[in-house]
Each structure stands twice: as C-alpha cells, then as structure tokens.
C-alpha cells in the first residue's frame, strides 16, 4: 500500500465520520475522536503489521511537509483572523483575565512538574498559554447550535478573543525574544495595509490574499508568522478595514474540513510512539493532561464571570463556564506549533489532544439541554 494510499483513506474516514456526524456533532468533535481513535488503530493494527509501513514512512514525503506547512499557514491565518473583531469592554476584560491567568499558572506549574530539565523555559509558556486558550470558531459555532441568545454570544465570543490574543501575542513575542532582529521583517510586512491604503485600493481581496502568502512565506522561512498575522489584523482594525476570506465560505469550509484540519491532526498524531506510551510518562501523567487544564480553565471563567456579574445564577456561571472551556481547532493549531517548534515532544502533544477532545464534548454532554431561557436567566439570584 503506497504512502499516498493511507493519507487518501485517512481523508475518507474524516470526511465519512463528518457525513455520518451531520448536524449531531461539530465538525471538529468528530475530526478529533478519528486522530484520536481511528488513526492510532489503523497504524498498530493494520498499517504497521499488513503493509509494512511505520509512521515515519508515512510522513517522509516531501510533497506531504509543502501540503503541511501550506494547510498550517491557511489554518493559523484563519484563526488569526478573529484579532480583528476585538472589542474591548469592561465586561469583556472581568471575564478574559481570570479564565487566562489561572490555567496559565496552572500550566506552568505543571510543566516544571513534566518537562525535562533540559527543555527551555518557552516550553514552560507554550503549555502555560495551551491550558489558557479557547477555540473561538468552535465556541461560536456551539453557541449557535444551542440557540443562545446574541448579547451573551457577543460577549463570551469577545472575551475568548481577548484571551486567544493574550496567547498568541505573549507567544510570538517570547519566540521572538530569542532572535529580535527575526521580527523586523514581519513586522514591516504587517504594515502593508497602510500602503495600500495609500494606493487607494479598497477591494477586500487586496488586503487577504496578501495576509494568506505572506503567512505562507513566513512559515516556510520560519520567520515569526504569529506576530506578523496579530500584526496585520491589528493595523486593519486601526484603518478599519474588514477582513474577508478569499475563497467563498463554502468553499472555505470545504477546504478546511475536508483537507487542513485532517491533514494537521493526522500529522501530529503519526509522530506520537504509542509503543512508549506508558515508559517515558506514567499514566498518572498522562491523566493531569487531560483533567488539570479543564479544572483550571473551567474555574478561571468561574471566577471571571462572577467578577463580571456577581449577580449573574451560579448554574449559568458553571454553564458558560464549560463554554469557555472548549478547545477544538485554535488549541490544535497551538499545538502543533508547539509540537512543530520541538517544545513539547509527542506524548504530551498526544495527552493534551485528548484533553482538547474531552474539553470540547463536555459542554455538548452536560450543555446540549441549555437553550435561551436558561440564557436569559443569568440575572436571577441563584
């Protein structure tokens, strides 16, 4: 069976998972149980034994790293994306900064505790900021699902906004920090919207079809793509220029779906040795990953929404709680940043994907009943 074989069947199953799932499942839940189940078993009990073939095998291709590193670029610029509808309010900030300083020391605790004592402190911030990080589109597509009413949806999108900018931000600059000059030039690129503005050119596909090339580029030069995209999306905020997609959302999804979310996932997965799960990690480890992060997380938006609004009933403050607690798609891209960057090695990159799986199925198990009138009940006293 040829390398190109198993990436085609791998696809299939996304795609026939995401078929079967419809309307039940969120596309990114079901893209998760395939890398974290399908996947490992289709390696050990088929590919490795039948076909003879070993996950670096499977991932030597040099076609395979350029589809990579291009479905990365697209995804990281896509989240990125999200900078550019922040709107600071108080309520917003109440909420943000709690639900991201707790995890955040949470997770730099933990990593002292997991990490050998030759990693580098950015290894330490890198899962720091991964226990503090929500996925914005997943969140938002949650939130629809169950109908929730406009005005909580804004702010609870906001405040995740706020704390992904917080992440990214103190991300790219710590990676940075190491080789200042290496943020000149994406720097300079990110003030390209003002030349073009300039020029006179209001057409919003002048303004992303640069974003998305110069993320491309950045990523293949291993420059600092992640402050170059905050960057960007800020210096469009100033000028007040929206940001549209460049491919109809259709078509976006599509591709998205379809091609560089499995394309991701997969990729990570394949570089786990799940034949030393258990020697290098005890399982006792592997279990913190999982649970510490969403313990954390779920009381730092606990406290964050009750300093925002003490009032608020404490069942719609653990509800929101666990919203704000979904991972999905922003904490995958983090994760394989990390994972591309060799500052966490595999079997924490596989702990914290199922911590992503298990953190975004918990508000659709305990939340899937909450519907606008449990909403709107947030000023009762509780």
Request: aromatic share 10%; proline share 5%.
């Amino acid at each position: 069976m040829t390398v190109l074989g198993f990436w085609l069947l791998a696809l299939a199953i996304y795609t026939l998972v995401t078929i079967i799932g419809g309307r039940r499942l969120i596309p990114i839940v079901g893209q998760l149980l395939v890398a974290a189940i399908a996947i490992p078993a289709m390696l050990l009990l088929w590919v490795e034994p039948h076909w003879q073939r070993t996950a670096q095998d499977l991932l030597a291709p040099t076609w395979l790293n350029l589809a990579y590193g291009l479905c990365f670029a697209l995804l990281l610029g896509y989240i990125l994306s999200d900078v550019i509808d922040l709107d600071l309010s108080p309520a917003c900030v109440k909420i943000a900064l709690p639900s991201f300083l707790v995890p955040m020391l949470a997770g730099l605790a933990c990593s002292l505790w997991l990490l050998p004592g030759e990693r580098s402190w950015l290894s330490s911030v890198g899962i720091g900021l991964l226990f503090s990080i929500t996925a914005i589109p997943v969140l938002y597509l949650f939130l629809q699902s169950i109908g929730y009413p406009a005005a909580d949806t804004k702010r609870l999108l906001h405040a995740a906004i706020l704390m992904d900018f917080m992440c990214w931000s103190l991300f790219g600059l710590a990676q940075g920090s190491s080789h200042p000059a290496a943020l000149l030039w994406p720097l300079l690129a990110a003030a390209l919207p003002l030349a073009l503005r300039l020029l006179k050119l209001s057409h919003a596909l002048f303004y992303s079809l640069p974003f998305f090339a110069l993320m491309l580029l950045f990523q293949q030069l291993k420059l600092n793509a992640l402050v170059f995209g905050i960057a960007y999306m800020l210096c469009l905020g100033w000028i007040k220029q929206p940001f549209v997609l460049p491919l109809p959302e259709r078509a976006w999804k599509l591709l998205m779906n379809g091609l560089a979310v499995p394309l991701i996932l997969t990729f990570g997965v394949l570089r786990v040795d799940f034949h030393g799960i258990g020697q290098d990690y005890s399982w006792l480890a592997i279990a913190i990953l999982i649970t510490l992060p969403v313990l954390s997380k779920v009381l730092g938006s606990w406290l964050g929404l009750h300093w925002a609004d003490p009032s608020a009933a404490a069942r719609v403050k653990w509800h929101e709680s666990l919203l704000l607690n979904i991972r999905g798609l922003t904490e995958i891209v983090f994760l394989n940043l990390l994972l591309q960057l060799q500052l966490i090695d595999s079997l924490i990159y596989f702990g914290l994907l199922l911590m992503s799986l298990f953190s975004t199925l918990l508000p659709a198990l305990l939340g899937k009943h909450a519907n606008n009138n449990q909403a709107r009940s947030r000023y009762e006293v509780s």
